[in-house]
Structures are given as structure tokens and as C-alpha cells.
T-cell receptor, first 115, second 112 residues
Framework: AQSVSQHNHHVILSEAASLELGCNYS??????LFWYVQYPGQHLQLLLK??????LVKGIKGFEAEFIKSKFSFNLRKPSVHWSDAAEYFC?????????????FGRGTSLIVHP | NAGVMQNPRHLVRRRGQEARLRCSPM?????VYWYRQLPEEGLKFMVY????????ESGMPKERFSAEFPKEGPSILRIQQVVRGDSAAYFC??????????FGSGTRLTVV
């Protein structure tokens, strides 16, 4: 069974500060990795995803994530946060093969941005 | 492509009533997943369906909850005899394979 751990439940930053949200997973096979964002009262939107190739993935809105296979990690980063980035961020892991593609989500990290 | 459509967006039910949540997957997607999101918690997997088949329902409560994805029409998540603890946001996602999941806007169920 796969599991996803997001280290911080809440992160509080000042605007323009750099952001890094941790995500570690456990799974015995090949995985696809995702970061989703959920703005208050809205549905989940895909920020970025990793399937294969370059482990540094660029997403929308200036976000990027790095897949470090040896550490089973897929941390999300942004050099400079904006107040509009305040949201809930979810890391997800899905099996890359095997016929059952159920993604598992981390508990989420709530980002608060102070002006 | 209209994306994943969920309705209703908000649903209020009295204790003991039935709740029916609908999810129409993206065109071409044959995999549907239902998740429940409780306050201060992440998304908890409930059930994974393909057309006319329940593939994995390991996250579904043993009683009162059921799901279907008929040959024609949307996927339905049914909750019978709702209780206050069923109040949550229910999200549906669909995919073609393992390369991306598109989420619907969710149904926020409130049990009064």
C-alpha cells in the first residue's frame, strides 16, 4: 500500500518569501507524482506532475518540484510567494502501472501568506 | 471538454434522509474515483470504479454508502440514512489512465 506524508500541516510566510513544502511517499513500485492546490471553497487544481525524465518539474504559477528517488521525496518550491498563493496544497502519489491507478493524497499543507 | 461535472454543488439533508451525489467524468475517461474531505483532514479515498464495475471500494464505510458507474449516465455516490458525521465535501475525479486525474468541483453535503 502506498502512503504520502506532508511534513507541515500549516506554513506561514511573508509575501516574497521562498516556499518549500515537503512530501515523502512510500510505495514499492514506479509512481507518478502530483501536486494539487485547493483555494478556499474550490476544487483541486493540478499544479504539476512528474511521470519520468527530468526530475525537476516546472508547473503553473511559478511552482516547481523536484523528485529525489533515493529520498522518496517530491518537494514543492516557489522562489517568491504572493498573497494569492494562500491555499491548501496536496501531494499525491499514483501507481504508474498495474491497472489500479488510485492516487493517494497527503493530509495537505495550509499556506498562509502575510502581506 | 466540460471537465468533470459534479452536482449538486451543495446538498442539505436532514438526518435519516438519502443523499445522491452525481459525477460525470471527462469525455474519454473511463476511471472514476470518489474522495471525501473532512475539515482539517486530507482527501480520503472511498471508491474506484470503471464502467459497470467497482474496482476497489476499500475506503467505503461498510454500511449506508454505495457507488455505481452505469454503462450510461453519471457515477452516483449514494448515502442512505445520513448522519451528521457524513457532512463533508465529496470530490470525484476521473482519469484515462495513470497519467493525470481531473477533479470535479465537489459536492458539499451538510446534514442538519
Amino acid at each position: 500500500a502506498q502512503s504520502v506524508s506532508q511534513h507541515n500541516h500549516h506554513v506561514i510566510l511573508s509575501e516574497a518569501a521562498s516556499l518549500e513544502l515537503g512530501c515523502n511517499y512510500s510505495y514499492g513500485g514506479t509512481v507518478n507524482l502530483f501536486w494539487y492546490v485547493q483555494y478556499p471553497g474550490q476544487h483541486l487544481q493540478l499544479l504539476l506532475k512528474y511521470f519520468s525524465g527530468d526530475p525537476l518539474v516546472k508547473g503553473i504559477k511559478g511552482f516547481e518540484a523536484e523528485f529525489i528517488k533515493s529520498k522518496f521525496s517530491f518537494n514543492l518550491r516557489k522562489p517568491s510567494v504572493h498573497w494569492s498563493d494562500a491555499a491548501e496544497y496536496f501531494c499525491a502519489v499514483g501507481p504508474a502501472s498495474g491497472g489500479s491507478y488510485i492516487p493517494t493524497f497527503g493530509r495537505g499543507t495550509s499556506l498562509i501568506v502575510h502581506p | 471538454n466540460a471537465g468533470v461535472m459534479q452536482n449538486p454543488r451543495h446538498l442539505v439533508r436532514r438526518r435519516g434522509q438519502e443523499a445522491r451525489l452525481r459525477c460525470s467524468p471527462m469525455k474519454g475517461h473511463s476511471h472514476v474515483y470518489w474522495y471525501r474531505q473532512l475539515p482539517e483532514e486530507g482527501l480520503k479515498f472511498m471508491v474506484y470504479l470503471q464502467k459497470e464495475n467497482i474496482i476497489d471500494e476499500s475506503g467505503m464505510p461498510k454500511e449506508r454508502f454505495s457507488a455505481e458507474f452505469p454503462k450510461e449516465g453519471p457515477s452516483i455516490l449514494r448515502i442512505q440514512q445520513v448522519v451528521r458525521g457524513d457532512s463533508a465535501a465529496y470530490f470525484c475525479a476521473s482519469s484515462h489512465d495513470s497519467y493525470g486525474y481531473t477533479f470535479g468541483s465537489g459536492t458539499r453535503l451538510t446534514v442538519v
